[in-house]
């Protein structure tokens, strides 16, 4: 199956750069493109819980699709949410409009940990059929499959819920660490498997979302959180390219390459040539416009992305991306036309 996958796609422009390569044009896809900026994606979920959608195929494959169809990326991925797995093998949470996930149940104790379930390939049985749509649809487009970091899904499990400070998390790191490891170790199982369900059923490369990461010191990271990550991508191997995401990592980039990425994804607190000698020539880079700047006049996007793409050159690949996802208030034809020009830019 993944040999089919990556003959299906190894010639995109977005496969090329994720290995170091230079493809025809610089790849562009956004963070958080399918959803809520879309009036067709809040019309197809008007009265359906987010969750709830994440399990539906059919559902689930339209969604991924839209943005494709209606800006033109470069790739697709797939429809979910980072809690999603936790969700599908019995972990008592839900997403809150407004608030995000919420966890019923926080995790205190090794005896919490213990009541996790484990990940089974049958839990997520609906991402086969899903997938299945979807690359029937995309072609020689690829399909990026994700899943939670171990970090930021403990954090979200042991704060029961978002937090500004991640102080229960950072306390429970320092002061239970051998409970912290076991914690991290099954949420590492699951992710894993989900992300290689994804990469089973289609997905051409995965991305590993850190999202809280940058609220831990370079020590810390290494110590209690990069091990469990590099487990991750060490299990999944090199079938597909494999892309690191965190936001506020500008201290954490070459550890968080050195997990095992591919591609570093790169928010917009540090320019992407800064970004590449940090990280050295081992690793291509995604990103990083703020997604503020597309609420700006036309003629400052178009100089922020401009000066984006002259940054991306310094490294040996480069996707252009946000350095974050898309704000829902975001005008889905500035996303279009930002497409546009940096097809334009990068094939001239």
């Known amino acids: 199956m993944t040999e089919k996958i990556q003959a299906r796609t190894a010639a995109s422009p977005l496969v090329v750069a994720a290995q170091g390569g230079r493809p025809s044009r610089t790849p562009v ?3 958080r493109q399918a959803g809520r900026s879309l009036p067709e994606y809040r019309k197809l979920r008007e009265g359906i819980a ?9 559902l689930v494959a339209e ?31 839900d997403i809150k409009p407004g608030i995000g996930p919420v966890v019923a149940e926080p995790v205190r104790t090794l005896a919490d940990v213990e009541r996790i379930p484990e990940m089974t ?29 171990p970090f930021t899904l403990a ?40 992300l290689q369900v994804q990469i089973d059923a289609g997905a051409s490369a995965v991305q590993l979302f850190d999202s809280w990461a940058g609220a831990l010191s370079k020590a810390t990271y290494e110590t209690s959180v990069l091990p469990h ?11 597909v390219p494999k892309i690191h995401f965190g936001v506020g990592t500008s201290l954490l980039l070459p550890s968080m390459g050195a997990a095992g990425a591919d591609v570093v994804g790169v928010d917009w607190r540090t320019p992407l040539d800064q970004a590449t000698r940090e990280l050295g020539p081992s690793y291509a880079v995604q990103g990083n416009l703020d997604p503020a700047v597309l609420f700006a006049d036309w003629p400052v996007i178009e100089r922020e992305v401009r000066r984006i793409l002259a940054e991306g050159q310094a490294a040996p690949g480069h996707i252009f991306n946000l350095g974050h996802g898309v704000l829902p208030s975001t005008d889905p034809d500035v996303l279009t036309r930002v497409v ?9």
């Open 121 to 149: 390939r049958d839990a997520v049985g609906f991402i086969d059929e899903a997938v299945a749509i979807i690359t029937a649809e995309l072609g020689e487009t690829p399909l990026i499959g994700f899943a939670g970091a």
């Open 63 to 93: 969604i991924t699709l839209q943005p494709v169809r209606r800006h033109g990326v470069d790739a697709a991925i797939l429809f979910s949410d980072i809690v999603l797995p936790l969700k599908a093998i019995g972990v008592d949470l």
């Open 229 to 239: 990550s590099t487990r991750i991508f060490e299990a999944i191997g090199d079938a």
């Open 155 to 194: 954090s979200y499990l042991i704060e029961g819920g978002p937090s500004r400070n991640h102080e229960l998390t950072k306390a429970f790191m320092l002061s239970q660490p051998d409970v912290w490891d076991a914690l991290l170790g099954r949420l590492a199982e699951i992710s894993t498997t989900f």
């Open 29 to 31: 896809w956004f963070m």
């Open 50 to 58: 987010m969750l709830d959608s994440c399990m539906r195929p059919d």
């Open 340 to 348: 546009d020009l940096v097809h334009r830019v990068s094939e001239g």
